[in-house]
């Protein structure tokens, strides 16, 4: 029957402190829970009440690497190791999975970010490998499983216009000049579009002066905006945000992103991409999110931490425009009866798909991808049928590592089984 090719693992939590706390029972808590009640782990259930959860991990990056089940403390990747062509695929060039798989449960906004590409992520690792800790892009992805708030780009120049106009305490922190280039590149653009690349310049020295000057000049001008804010009529949602965002991080120069940057609400099933050098933070929600293994973050507000001002203004891409949200693409996965849905970025490092079988039916998923995959059941369960009549049942919250290849059969049990898998972009 040759080796196996179902491996239980358990993932990690990571308890950030934008976490949902216990007391709302957040999904990476149920789903933490319920695998380690199936693997009889010794984690104690009972949490604080306002324990964040925040992260669950499943995949080999070395801050959060999942384990075995039943492999005498056998971590993924040594099983990789062991076989990497076996069960990461022919193409795999590496001994390790090129992505990580994660859930999120939102409950305060992330801090804003944007991910270098290759080339700076070379050059920053390079020159302050402390800080930036391989010299990898980090491309990343996220599939609402609740509602789901994001902000992600600049907001296209009209908008980028009329939100500068209904926040006239921004020209005291950037300056004239910066605050007259965007209204006067919307000015000259009328018409024609965002399509000019002195719309970019303009942006970019907006942007630029208003992380530069607001350390120095920001916080005074900041509380003449929540003044102004909390004595309004008619907030609109832009205000209500930014006037969360000032409780959530008092003083911090991230207050005002949403003034230029993109807030996108995603319904369970959409997703969107996140391609390098692009602003970006995750506001409020329960995700699926996939990424390449890397860890490069170039932060930019809403964080206590280090922020790379020079690196992050001189970097950053200043297309303004609408994101796309995407839907994901239905592959119909067993036999119609059931529903895949398959989210592929535009780039090789990953894609995920989600899979739904109603209660008692069943199919054929897959005759084989050319690639490893990490597969986690986030709603019901059922069976799992592969290769040679292998077999494992598994339930919510059971992650299971699919070596590559592997012709995957399921049937959901009596209440249907969802379950999610990340696995490398098979083209
Ligand atoms: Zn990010």
Redesign the pocket.
């Known amino acids: 029957m040759g080796p196996k090719r179902f491996h239980r693992v358990v993932g990690c939590v990571q308890k950030y402190k934008w976490g949902k706390p216990s007391s709302s029972e957040p999904l990476v808590k149920r789903l933490h829970l319920a695998s380690s009640t199936t693997t009889s782990t010794t984690e104690s259930p009972s949490s604080a009440p306002d324990e964040p959860f925040a992260e669950l991990w499943m995949g080999t990056h070395p801050n959060g690497p999942s384990s075995i089940v039943g492999g005498s403390g056998q971590t993924l990747l040594q099983l990789i190791e062991s076989d990497p062509s076996f069960h990461l695929g022919s193409v795999s060039s590496t001994t390790d999975i090129p992505y990580l798989l994660k859930v999120l449960s939102i409950h305060k906004v ?1 801090s804003i ?3 270098p590409d290759t080339a700076l992520a070379q050059k920053l690792h390079a020159s302050n490998p402390d800080v930036y800790k391989t010299p990898c892009h ?1 491309p ?1 992805m996220a599939v609402a499983l609740t509602p789901f708030t994001a902000m992600l780009g600049f907001r296209p120049l009209t908008e980028l216009r009329t939100n500068l106009l209904s926040y006239p305490e921004i020209m005291d922190v950037v300056g004239p000049d910066a605050w007259e280039g965007v209204l006067g590149a919307y000015d000259r653009t009328v018409g024609v579009g965002d399509f000019d690349t002195g719309v970019k310049e303009a942006v970019k020295s907006l942007f630029t002066s208003y992380m530069e000057m607001f350390p120095t000049l920001g916080p005074p001008a900041l509380s003449s905006v929540l003044t102004r804010l909390n004595d309004k009529v008619d907030k609109t949602d832009l205000d209500n945000l930014v006037l969360d965002f000032a409780e959530q991080f008092p003083g911090d120069c991230g207050v005002l992103s949403p003034v230029f940057l993109n807030v996108i609400s995603c319904s369970p099933g959409e997703s969107v991409y ?1 391609g390098s050098n692009t602003p ?3 506001v409020s929600g329960e995700i699926i999110e996939c ?1 390449a293994r890397s860890d490069n ?1 170039i932060r930019c507000g809403l964080t206590p931490k280090f922020k790379d001002v020079g690196v992050l203004c001189e970097s950053l891409k200043y297309d303004t425009y609408r994101p796309e949200v995407g839907k994901g693409e239905e592959v119909g996965e067993g036999g119609g009866k059931g529903s895949t849905r398959r989210y592929r970025p535009p780039v090789e490092d990953f894609e995920v798909r989600i899979t739904t079988f109603k209660g008692g039916e069943g199919g054929r998923v897959d005759s084989g991808v050319d690639s490893g995959a990490i597969l986690m059941v986030i709603e019901g369960g059922g069976t799992l049928r592969g290769t040679g009549g292998e077999e494992i049942e598994v339930g919510f919250g059971d992650g299971v590592f699919v070596s590559a290849n592997t012709e995957l059969e399921v049937v959901g049990g009596e209440e249907g089984i969802k379950f999610v898998r990340g696995m490398r972009n098979v083209g």
Request: no cysteine.
């Open positions: 992330l970010q944007s991910h980090k990343e996140v970006h933070a995750y990424m973050v």
